[in-house]
């Protein structure tokens, strides 16, 4: 009994010395595991570290010298004071130009006007001299007088569709017994379908306003003088008589209004001072493209009576020059003698407008087809 206790005993006791022995080559398995790991990576490191200690040293000339930093610095300098100069000259030239702006305002708040002219308060009738206020007084007097387009045609009794025919000329004075008095307005509304297109109108009335608006006039030879991508101002002089409309035209895909304006005292101009004459105008043209291609066109002309720079023209004589004698007509009805003449006068030549407008666009379209050729 004794010895089979003895060798289990031992037995167990070999079991345990076989276990304990297996866990130490486990632990010595992966201790040596873990130190090949970090041999490996403490190689890797010191690979690295020689590496970098082998790189040259930067060389100086990567780095700027104090030479090159102050040459820039003297370069960002002359820029700087480059652009101070410029923005200095234009604020120079902004003060310049409202200076020249204030200037026109307070000139055009002083010209004398008569009759009709004084109720509007868009009646700019000056342009100065210098360039850019010159653009901008141009501007402003076209897009007020296109701002009461509508107003105006609606003043003067237009019919609502611009299709209907309208052809009326007025001579209104202020006091139908006393035609001595200086305001004497005529009226002239026109409303008709043209043959010609939308697009070849517009460019008759801004190259050739003068002459259309003018052309029964002996001896006139209407010039365009200048020219903006919205404006236009034809000058020419006849009878004595100065003629300086500022046109401005605005479109539309299928329409397009023309607003002209008498300018009376123009800086650029010495016929205002001059001693000829001139007569206060404004005109609206609307004109928009029908259906079939051909153009509605609608037309409103305000004129003032014939004046010089100090006064108007004596209508005894300003009738004289239209071939009607009043010198022994009665004052009391020399109004009616002169409206009468006027638009028996007037109506014929405006019966010639037509023409002149089919020539003139004849022209036109000979000279595009020698363009193309």
Same mark, same amino acid.
């Given at each position: 009994?004794?010895?089979?206790?003895?060798?289990?005993?031992?037995?167990?006791?070999?079991?345990?010395?076989?276990?304990?022995?297996?866990?130490?080559?486990?632990?010595?398995?992966?201790?040596?595991?873990?130190?090949?790991?970090?041999?490996?990576?403490?190689?890797?490191?010191? @690979?690295?570290?020689?590496?970098?200690?082998?790189?040259?040293?930067?060389?100086?000339?990567?780095?700027?010298?104090?030479?090159?930093?102050?040459?820039?610095?003297?370069?960002?300098?002359?820029? @700087?004071?480059?652009?101070?100069?410029?923005?200095?000259?234009?604020?120079?030239?902004?003060?310049?130009?409202?200076?020249?702006?204030?200037?026109?305002?307070?000139?055009?708040?002083?010209?004398?006007?008569?009759?009709?002219?004084?109720?509007?308060?868009?009646?700019?009738?000056?342009?100065?001299?210098?360039?850019?206020?010159?653009?901008?007084?141009?501007?402003?007097? @076209?897009?007020?007088?296109?701002?009461?387009?509508?107003?105006?045609?609606?003043?003067?009794?237009?019919?609502?569709?611009?299709?209907?025919?309208?052809?009326?000329?007025?001579?209104?004075?202020?006091?139908?017994?006393?035609?001595?008095?200086?305001?004497?307005?005529?009226?002239?509304?026109?409303?008709?379908?043209?043959?010609?297109?939308?697009?070849?109108?517009?460019?008759?009335?801004?190259?050739?306003?003068?002459?259309?608006?003018?052309?029964?006039?002996?001896?006139?030879?209407?010039?365009?003088?200048?020219?903006?991508?919205?404006?236009?101002?034809?000058?020419?002089?006849?009878?004595?008589?100065?003629?300086?409309?500022?046109?401005?035209?605005?479109?539309?895909?299928?329409?397009?209004?023309?607003?002209?304006?008498?300018?009376?005292?123009?800086?650029?101009?010495?016929?205002?001072?001059?001693?000829?004459?001139?007569?206060?105008?404004?005109?609206?043209?609307?004109?928009?493209?029908?259906?079939?291609?051909?153009?509605?066109?609608?037309?409103?002309?305000?004129?003032?009576?014939?004046?010089?720079?100090?006064?108007?023209?004596?209508?005894?004589?300003?009738?004289?020059?239209?071939?009607?004698?009043?010198?022994?007509?009665?004052?009391?009805?020399?109004?009616?003698?002169?409206?009468?003449?006027?638009?028996?006068?007037?109506?014929?030549?405006?019966?010639?407008?037509?023409?002149?407008?089919?020539?003139?666009?004849?022209?036109?379209?000979?000279?595009?087809?020698?363009?193309?050729?």
């Amino acid at each position: 009994m004794v010895k089979v206790k003895d060798e289990d005993k031992v037995n167990r006791r070999r079991i345990y010395m076989r276990n304990m022995m297996r866990l130490y080559r486990q632990e010595d398995r992966e201790a040596l595991a873990y130190l090949t790991e970090r041999a490996a990576a403490l190689t890797a490191e010191l @690979a690295d570290l020689q590496q970098r200690r082998r790189r040259p040293p930067p060389r100086r000339s990567d780095r700027l010298s104090w030479c090159d930093i102050a040459a820039g610095m003297g370069e960002a300098l002359v820029d @700087a004071q480059q652009e101070h100069k410029t923005l200095h000259a234009q604020v120079q030239r902004r003060d310049l130009l409202l200076q020249h702006v204030e200037r026109w305002v307070h000139r055009s708040l002083s010209i004398g006007l008569t009759g009709h002219l004084q109720s509007l308060p868009w009646r700019q009738v000056l342009l100065p001299g210098d360039s850019d206020a010159r653009l901008l007084a141009k501007t402003w007097i @076209a897009q007020h007088l296109y701002m009461h387009t509508s107003r105006m045609f609606e003043q003067f009794g237009f019919p609502s569709s611009i299709e209907t025919p309208l052809s009326t000329l007025d001579v209104a004075f202020h006091d139908e017994l006393d035609a001595t008095h200086d305001d004497m307005q005529v009226v002239i509304r026109r409303q008709a379908v043209s043959d010609v297109p939308l697009g070849d109108l517009a460019l008759l009335y801004r190259l050739h306003l003068g002459t259309l608006l003018m052309g029964h006039k002996r001896h006139a030879t209407s010039n365009l003088v200048e020219a903006t991508p919205t404006t236009t101002l034809h000058r020419m002089v006849a009878d004595g008589e100065c003629v300086n409309l500022l046109g401005g035209e605005f479109h539309t895909p299928d329409s397009c209004v023309f607003v002209v304006q008498q300018i009376t005292c123009d800086d650029r101009c010495d016929d205002d001072g001059g001693g000829l004459r001139q007569r206060h105008r404004m005109m609206w043209f609307d004109m928009r493209r029908l259906p079939d291609g051909r153009t509605a066109v609608r037309n409103l002309n305000l004129i003032g009576r014939l004046r010089t720079a100090d006064a108007a023209i004596p209508l005894v004589e300003e009738a004289r020059e239209i071939g009607c004698d009043l010198t022994h007509v009665p004052l009391e009805h020399q109004a009616r003698c002169f409206r009468a003449h006027f638009q028996n006068l007037v109506g014929l030549r405006r019966a010639s407008m037509p023409t002149r407008m089919m020539d003139l666009w004849a022209s036109l379209k000979a000279q595009r087809n020698t363009s193309v050729q």
